[in-house]
């Protein structure tokens, strides 16, 4: 297979905006009456949900299809979305937060996997950065993105959104595979 800088181009941009920075859980919370001296909560725990899950998921990455488990972090990551939208407190909430850490742990490692898979060995190097370059870029305009529309429209709808881009890259994900021949 040709070596090509984006893996999944389509399905990997739209994931990368619907996936913008973790600091709008943060602020959900906030909205939710969370003090603030409260907040690193947050992160504490989306982080190690993700810490803990990440090995079993890599592992679980050498055995499965990788387009089957993107697939699967994208619905987690959707779900997640869903409950954030609807909550900014209570166990609705922190459990849109532990499945956004799953996400995380289910698909980074995964992500990574597939650069190596599809990068000659002479360009991994240069396949993980530009990856990297690319996800970084994109999670800066996702999360302008998210930014604008917390502003404009609100934050469920922020959440929302992040939603349906998700659902929009699981289903670019699929038709590729099935155009692919693989199975999903």
């Given at each position: 297979?040709?070596?090509s800088p984006?893996?999944?181009r389509?399905?990997?941009a739209?994931?990368a905006?619907a996936?913008?920075?973790?600091a709008?859980?943060?602020?959900?919370?906030q909205?939710?009456g969370?003090?603030l001296?409260w907040?690193?909560?947050?992160?504490?725990g989306m982080?190690?949900?993700?810490a803990?899950?990440?090995?079993?998921?890599?592992q679980l990455?050498?055995k499965?299809p990788?387009?089957?488990?993107l697939?699967?972090?994208?619905?987690?990551?959707?779900?997640?979305?869903?409950?954030?939208?609807i909550?900014?407190?209570?166990?609705?909430?922190w459990?849109?937060?532990?499945?956004?850490g799953?996400?995380?742990?289910?698909?980074?490692g995964?992500?990574a996997a597939m650069?190596?898979?599809?990068?000659?060995?002479?360009?991994?190097?240069t396949?993980?950065?530009?990856?990297?370059?690319?996800?970084?870029l994109?999670?800066?305009?996702?999360s302008g993105?998210a930014?604008?529309?917390w502003q404009?429209?609100?934050?469920s709808?922020t959440?929302?959104t992040?939603m349906?881009?998700?659902?929009?890259?699981l289903?670019?994900?699929?038709?590729?595979?099935?155009?692919?021949g693989?199975t999903p």
């Open positions: 297979m040709r070596w984006t893996l999944h389509q399905s990997c739209v994931l905006l996936r913008f920075s973790e709008f859980l943060v602020l959900r919370a909205q939710g969370l003090a001296a907040t690193p909560l947050v992160l504490i982080n190690m949900i993700y803990v899950s990440a090995f079993p998921f890599g990455a050498d499965v990788h387009t089957r488990l697939a699967a972090g994208l619905l987690l990551l959707m779900t997640a979305d869903a409950l954030l939208a909550a900014n407190q209570g166990l609705v909430y459990l849109g937060v532990a499945l956004w799953l996400h995380l742990a289910m698909t980074q995964l992500l650069v190596a898979d599809r990068a000659p060995v002479d360009l991994r190097g396949g993980y950065g530009f990856f990297n370059l690319l996800s970084g994109a999670m800066l305009m996702a993105l930014g604008w529309l404009e429209a609100g934050s709808f959440f929302l992040g349906g881009l998700a659902a929009l890259a289903l670019i994900l699929l038709l590729q595979a099935l155009r692919e693989a």
